[in-house]
T-cell receptor, first 114, second 111 residues
Framework: NAGVTQTPKFQVLKTGQSMTLQCAQD?????MSWYRQDPGMGLRLIHY???????DQGEVPNGYNVSRSTTEDFPLRLLSAAPSQTSVYFC?????????????FGQGTRLTVV | KQEVTQIPAALSVPEGENLVLNCSFT??????LQWFRQDPGKGLTSLLL?????REQTSGRLNASLDKSSGRSTLYIAASQPGDSATYLC??????????FGAGTRLFVKA
């Protein structure tokens, strides 16, 4: 019963490096999203997807790319890492059944950019 | 632009107290409101989900209310315990699955 799986759990990058944060869900949910959490600021939406092949920008999309080629996977790419991208990143998936929607979160990826 | 505010930012109470956490949002056109719990260094766990047509939801010692017209929700925790210590996050879904979070309330329950 995996739910939402994020890898890696921890990562240190040098400024200018690129990397991909992985997110996979096994619940066949349509909707997936990426958030970053900074101290005292709650979670801010980076990008989201309402289904395979469909993505859209959230509140803070600059410096990040996403794609959704399958229902299960929603990777987040940092194109050229900057210290301002040091944060904890959470992936979430949601389902809607009638009028009910519920979100499930991964355990997070703690990223440090030096 | 939807903004979600949680008050207080931090709260410390003795064990056994009943307490209320507040959440307000600026745009009442929401699809639902969800309360989450987050333990240090961990992900988010869903506590209660209130659809826009509902007024409240209950789960054990937790009760969440929603007043959509005034843009407010409260999370009531009865008979608090040290194990309730965590950060509590409020999130509103605007429709199209776009969800906006508040900054959270850090709760510490003293034994």
């Amino acid at each position: 019963n995996a739910g939402v799986t994020q890898t890696p759990k921890f990562q240190v990058l040098k400024t200018g490096q690129s990397m991909t944060l992985q997110c996979a869900q096994d619940m066949n949910h349509e909707y997936m999203s990426w958030y970053r959490q900074d101290p005292g600021m709650g979670l801010r939406l980076i990008h989201y997807s309402v289904g395979a092949g469909i993505t859209d920008q959230g509140e803070v999309p600059n410096g990040y790319n996403v794609s959704r080629s399958t229902t299960e996977d929603f990777p987040l790419r940092l194109l050229s890492a900057a210290p301002s991208q040091t944060s904890v990143y959470f992936c979430a998936s949601s389902y809607r059944q009638g009028v009910r929607t519920e979100a499930f979160f991964g355990q997070g990826t703690r990223l440090t950019v030096v | 632009k939807q903004e979600v505010t949680q008050i207080p930012a931090a709260l410390s109470v003795p064990e056994g107290e009943n307490l209320v956490l507040n959440c307000s949002f600026t745009d009442s056109a929401i699809y639902n409101l969800q309360w989450f719990r987050q333990d240090p260094g961990k992900g988010l766990t869903s506590l209660l989900l209130i659809q826009s047509s509902q007024r409240e939801q209950t789960s054990g010692r937790l009760n969440a209310s929603l007043d959509k017209s005034s843009g407010r929700s409260t999370l009531y925790i009865a008979a608090s315990q040290p194990g309730d210590s965590a950060t509590y996050l409020c999130a509103v879904e605007e429709g199209g699955f776009k969800t906006i979070f508040g900054a959270g309330t850090r709760l510490f329950v003293k034994a």
